[in-house]
């Protein structure tokens, strides 16, 4: 029998601060794969199509407050409420590409002076992605790359708050998962060379994986 029958869908999360190009980039891998005729899904977090992500919306544009706690549980119910529909599409070959995943979740909620571990928990046992790559770009070059936007977190303090947390979440990914689930791409120069340096990075893990999907910091 064919082994590559029983491979299922890679689980991908492009993670990094504010402007970093992790939407532009996931946007033309999923293009990439379509071009190829792979099986491939864009999931982006915040989901801010449904119910719950709604509220998340109207919090980051300010036209709603909610205490620190309520929005960090509200953004991981966003994942929660997304994560059967990734794992049965893993499960039937497709590739799912995250833009942003409970890793954001963490590091502004952090940011913001949340204890770490109460950050964490929430996430315990969503689908573990097989690889994220954490896009690194210096704060000046952010800057550079186009003007602030109006929403909350946006700000030079809060961003620089948040690269300290997405530290730390790297070492408890490595701690908890290992080495390779975490790897950090250097995230200057032109679209294009960004581009080839995370298609290197990802290799063949879009042509699917072995073995079940596993669960988030168990
Ligand atoms: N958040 C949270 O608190 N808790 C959670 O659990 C989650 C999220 C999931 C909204 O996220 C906020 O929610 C976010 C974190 C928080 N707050 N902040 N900050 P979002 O994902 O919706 O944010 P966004 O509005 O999509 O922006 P972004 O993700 O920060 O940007 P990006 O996707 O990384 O960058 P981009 O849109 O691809 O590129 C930005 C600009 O740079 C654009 O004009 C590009 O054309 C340009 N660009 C891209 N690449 C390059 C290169 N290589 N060179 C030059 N210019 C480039
Ligand atoms: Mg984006």
């Not at 990734?86 to 409970?102: E, H, N, P, Q, W």
């Not at 079940?212 to 168990?218: I, P, Y």
Request: net charge neutral; with cysteine; hydrophobic share 40%.
């Amino acid at each position: 029998s064919d082994p590559s029958s029983s491979r299922r869908g890679a689980f991908i999360v492009f993670e990094g601060l504010d402007r970093c190009g992790k939407s532009t980039q996931v946007a033309r891998l999923v293009d990439r794969l379509e071009r190829e005729s792979q099986k491939a899904r864009l999931q982006k977090f915040p989901d801010r199509t449904t119910a719950i992500g709604k509220m998340i919306d109207a919090y980051l544009q300010s036209k709603a407050e909610m205490d620190d706690h309520a929005i960090h549980l509200l953004f991981s119910a966003n994942r929660w409420e997304c994560a059967a529909a990734i794992k049965r599409d893993l499960d039937r070959g497709i590739t799912v590409i995250a833009d942003r995943y409970a890793f954001s979740g963490i590091a502004f909620s952090a940011a913001k002076g949340l204890p770490f571990d109460f950050c964490l928990q929430p996430d315990r046992a969503l689908p573990l992605p097989d690889l994220t790559l954490y896009m690194s770009l210096p704060q000046e070059e952010a800057t550079q790359r186009s003007q602030f936007g109006e929403e909350r977190y946006e700000t030079v303090t809060m961003q620089q708050a948040t690269r300290k947390q997405f530290r730390l979440v790297a070492e408890e990914v490595k701690k908890i998962h290992g080495g390779k689930k975490w790897m950090e791409v250097d995230a200057r120069g032109t679209i294009e060379e960004v581009e080839e340096r995370l298609k290197g990075l990802i290799g063949d893990l879009t042509d699917g994986v072995n073995g079940r999907v596993g669960e988030l910091w168990v």
